[in-house]
């Protein structure tokens, strides 16, 4: 073969082959691989107006299947394919392109533009109540976690177990929808592990509460806590502090036995100079929360805040549970304003900044068990003018009396108030049959009016 032939025969070969690769390019861009599937529909060999046409003439029906278990069955639908969503074929046709033939098997997903998904609610209501079944009797797992306890911080491990995990199985319903068949595998729940990230976070945070401390300021007395002296336990999930402050209680109830006030007798000077000692049963004072203490100083040392106050951590009884008498730092805790009430001299005096404005003669309630004005010290629970007072007679009957001015200071209804209705105002009226009140301050209308207004809201009230 001379040498002009076989050039020809190259040339001709070369040729052959162009002419191939070019039909078979053509062929490849116009034609989906054999192995193709769309919405599980097989589409191999087609053009995208054959695909196009095949798919969309296809009716659809939704069944999931847990573990080849199905779950749900919906109804035979329409594609919901228009003749605006064909481009998302030549989309498809183009993603799975290859130069040469392909007999990779593909499932390749094509949503039309309006396709309904009323139905994933309920798919969804199906897969959880699968999963939920299918967990009954298997072990949950639990995740590592860091915790701090004695002023240290340690990891405790994560634990195995065999629960399923329900999350992305949705995901996957919703993104495999248009399939029609749907099948799903779920998986065992790993839990955190504690050289996870997560972990290693919470035990960089809760490291920070070790060398802390906080200033608790109690009236005018300072104390300091260490984060050991008010956390027991705590952890650190999720971006937020969680504490147990057990160790708090303690110090806490040291502090109230030296400051606190509340269900404690007063000190007091009376008006003739005697020092004495009042009974411990009324509602004035407060007292520290050993439970809300610690929620404020632990939030202190999450913060890194230097210093605190208690003052809204305490708490009291009667009409308010707020506490009466915090700020009151002198006077053995009853302040410089007070109204103090003698029930032996059936007397009255009334102090504002430690000046006696009224001085006044009253009637207290009979000396009976049933009428007997309290001992103690209390608290002016609220004001009104004017009040109507009702209640029960000794002898079953119920009155009304309109007053002018009402400062009530017990939950039972005793307070101060005018008393027209009453003629005997000696000093020895109270102990007379029916002679006093049924509790209350009775004063005289002359005078009734300077009392309401030099009394306050929460200002102590002594009964001795």
């Known amino acids: 073969m001379d040498k002009l032939t076989l050039k020809k025969l190259i040339i001709i070969t070369l040729g052959m082959l162009m002419v191939f690769l070019l039909g078979m390019h053509l062929h490849q861009k116009t034609h989906f691989n054999k192995n193709v599937k769309i ?78 998904k009323s139905a994933l609610n309920n798919i969804d209501s199906a897969i959880v109540a699968r999963i939920h079944q299918l967990n009954i009797g298997r072990k949950a797992p639990r995740d590592a976690y860091a915790v701090y306890q004695n002023n240290k911080v340690s990891v405790i491990p994560a634990i195995d177990g065999t629960r399923y995990s329900e999350q992305g199985l949705c995901n996957i319903a919703n993104k495999e929808f248009v399939n029609g068949t749907i099948h799903l ?19 960089k945070h809760l490291s920070k509460l070790q060398n802390r401390s906080v200033v608790y300021q109690v009236q005018k ?51 003739s100079g005697k020092v004495i000692s009042t009974s411990n049963q009324g509602t004035y004072g407060w007292k520290i929360s050993s439970k809300q203490a610690g929620q404020t100083l632990s939030k202190a040392l999450a913060n890194n805040v230097k210093s605190v106050n208690a003052e809204n951590d305490i708490y009291g009884k009667g009409y308010s ?76 009957s119920k ?32 102990k007379q049959t029916h002679g006093g009140s049924h509790g209350c301050i009775n004063m005289h209308p002359e005078n009734a009016g300077d009392g309401f207004h030099a009394l306050t809201k929460g200002e102590p009230v002594i009964i001795y």
Request: proline share 4%.
């Open 39 to 116: 919405n599980n529909i097989p589409v191999g060999g087609l053009t995208v107006q054959q695909a196009y046409n095949k798919v969309s003439n296809t009716k659809r029906k939704s069944k999931i299947y847990i573990n080849k278990k199905l779950v749900y069955s919906g109804k035979s639908t329409d594609s919901g394919f228009k003749l605006s969503d064909k481009e998302r074929f030549s989309k498809a046709l183009h993603y799975q392109y290859t130069f040469f033939p392909s007999r990779k098997h593909e499932n390749l997903l094509v949503e039309p533009a309006d396709l309904d």
């Open 399 to 430: 009155y009304s009396s309109p007053v002018q001015y009402w400062s009530p200071f017990t939950l039972s209804g005793c307070g101060f108030h005018d008393a027209s209705w009453r003629h005997n105002w000696s000093k020895t009226a109270y």
């Open 185 to 203: 595998t779920p998986k065992v729940i790993t839990p955190l592990s504690a050289n996870s990230k997560v972990v290693q976070d919470e035990k």
């Open 321 to 396: 549970h707020l506490g009466t008498g915090y700020s009151a730092v002198n006077n053995h805790g009853l302040g410089n304003t007070y109204v103090a009430v003698s029930l032996a001299k059936q007397h009255a005096w009334f102090y504002k900044n430690g000046k006696c404005v009224l001085s006044t003669d009253i009637v207290s309630g009979s000396d009976d068990a049933n009428n007997r004005t309290p001992k103690g010290v209390w608290y002016i629970m609220y004001q009104q003018t004017p009040s109507v007072l009702r209640g029960t007679n000794d002898d079953g």
């Open 221 to 271: 007395t300072k104390y300091n806590f260490k984060a050991s002296n008010v956390i027991s336990k705590a952890t650190y999930q999720h971006g937020k502090y969680h504490f147990e402050t057990d160790n708090v209680k303690s110090k806490i109830a040291n502090i109230n036995n030296k400051q606190a006030t509340l269900g404690k007798s007063f000190k007091f000077r009376t008006d």
